[in-house]
């Protein structure tokens, strides 16, 4: 008698489990539901057509299987926390550091914010546009075209010269090409000072002016 065969008795066995064993049943099998399987199999397989010693030792070595991969699944558990538990500790360091981040997105800190942008190579035409949180252009104008790093720091101001209050998040929109027409962008940039962590997610942030920043984007440290 193989476990397919026993099923409807193993069924009808497990069926007086307690109710909170079949809530956990229904969060996923446990060692103990397995090994319950195999023993009500046991129990009420057929005299003339027992379980071959094959097929038993394979249910076995399912089970020993079985049970590996819950201890591999909560030894890896484990070790996300404690990396992300490392990952918070080291990201400590930054707090009170004026960081260069890849992002698009800064805070209006003090009237003003800093972005950044890399080209590949002297570009001919850089057009620069800052937009709110609403995807509203506020102010649009010319940048710098040369190769590698280029800075520009808005000084907080819509085109027609309004001043905007601080605390909002404002997006860079660069648009760099060559006399060919050809994008040269590589990336943009924001600089800000470390404020804090944000530990809500699954990876912790740093908090750069307001702004969530994954500690893997940050390619420099200028303070």
């Known amino acids: 008698m193989t476990v397919s065969s026993a099923t409807s008795a193993a069924a009808s066995a497990a069926s007086n489990s307690s109710s909170s064993s079949s809530s956990s049943a229904s969060m996923g099998m446990s060692s103990t539901d397995f090994l319950n399987l195999l023993v009500s199999e046991l129990q009420n397989q057929d005299p003339l057509n027992a379980t071959s010693t094959s097929d038993f030792i394979n249910q076995l070595t399912s089970y020993a299987n079985f ?14 926390s404690s990396f992300s538990s490392l990952v918070t500790l080291n990201s400590v360091n930054y707090i009170g550091h004026t960081v260069e981040a890849k992002t698009n997105t800064a805070e209006l800190t003090n009237g003003s914010a800093t972005f950044g942008y890399s080209l590949t190579s002297a ?7 800052i937009q709110d949180s609403s995807g509203n252009t506020v102010w649009s104008g010319k940048g710098t075209g040369n190769a590698g790093s280029n800075t520009f720091t808005w000084n907080g101001q819509t ?9 909002g998040q404002y997006t860079i929109q660069v648009t760099a090409t060559d006399s060919a027409g050809n994008s040269l962008l590589s990336y943009t ?3 800000g000072t470390v404020t804090g962590i944000d530990a809500s997610g699954s990876t912790p942030s740093l908090l750069v002016n307001g702004v969530p920043v994954s500690a893997a984007n940050i390619i420099g440290v200028t303070s």
């Not at 570009?123 to 546009?129: D, E, K, L, T, Y």
């Not at 085109?159 to 605390?167: K, R, Y």
């Open 189 to 191: 940039t924001m600089t």
């Open 159 to 167: 085109t027609s010269g309004t001043q905007l209050s601080n605390g």
């Open 67 to 80: 049970t590996e991969q819950q201890s591999t699944n909560a030894s890896m558990t484990s070790l996300a």
């Open 123 to 129: 570009a001919s035409n850089v057009a620069i546009a």
